[in-house]
């Protein structure tokens, strides 16, 4: 996705839903990115927010920006949360965590009165899947877990393989909660609902990436400029 869409979903989702004083969960990613950007223009003329970052990338980038944060436990609720994703679908279901954020994700954007995602066009599909699923796991035995994981798609019919996200120097990726993430790679999840519930089950699962009943519109650039998916006001 070239970079100018990106700003233009920022940018699209910002004019429609950002109001100074607004209590702001800010995502994590190249698109979310933007929108952290547009919150410190918006600072820079007077208007005010009290913001959550949902990584330590994105806490760096506010605070070079000067963007006032908060912890979600200090605050509670959040009026607005915008954030990328890998892949949404037309009910509006998402698979996030490519950037191995999407368990503060989820919190930030649970607390949250409104949750918008912004992405380009080509991240909305017909069936979620494509994209390998990330799930955050605990290191204890984290190679059970993945077997479990295996085990628990194929009772539902869905074939899926997991691979454990390497840094780029190679060691297995840590997250900001210094956990791990096994991507699970399928030829689609027909029924996403199915598999989130079958995952949280699973013992030293922490977070799977999908979003479910969360995400309630969508700012989706192209060269033909903006579409808005509506879900849950
Ligand atoms: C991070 C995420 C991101 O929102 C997702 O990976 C999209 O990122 P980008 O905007 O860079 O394509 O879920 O955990």
Not at 86 to 105: P, S
Not at 167 to 174: E, H, I, N, S, T
Request: charged letters at 25%.
């Amino acid at each position: 996705m070239s970079d100018h869409l990106k700003r233009r979903a920022a940018e699209a989702a910002a004019e429609a839903e950002l109001k100074s004083g607004m209590r702001v969960g800010l995502g994590t990613g190249s698109t979310a990115k933007h929108f952290v950007d547009i919150v410190g223009e918006r600072m820079r003329g007077g208007e005010t927010f009290l913001c959550v970052p949902t990584s330590e990338a994105t806490r760096r980038q506010a605070e070079g920006l000067g963007i006032p944060l908060t912890t979600l436990e200090a605050i509670g609720e959040l009026d607005l949360t915008v954030d990328g994703a890998d892949e949404l679908d037309d009910a509006l279901r998402l698979i996030k965590g490519g950037g191995a954020a999407h368990l503060r994700e989820k919190m930030v954007a649970f607390a949250s009165k409104r949750m918008i995602v912004i992405a380009d066009q080509s991240k909305h599909v017909r069936m979620l899947g494509a994209f390998p699923l990330p799930v955050e796991v605990v290191p204890f035995a984290h190679p059970a877990t993945a077997r479990w994981i295996e085990a628990g798609f194929a009772q539902l019919g869905v074939a899926v393989t997991t691979r454990l996200r390497l840094a780029k120097d190679g060691d297995p990726l840590v997250t900001d909660n210094g956990n791990l993430i096994y991507d699970c790679l399928s030829a689609g999840f027909p029924e996403p609902e199915k598999a989130a519930g079958m995952l949280a089950a699973i013992p030293g699962v922490v977070e799977h990436g999908l979003f479910i009943g969360l995400c309630s519109a969508a700012y989706l650039a192209s060269d033909q400029g903006v579409v808005v998916l509506a879900g849950r006001p």
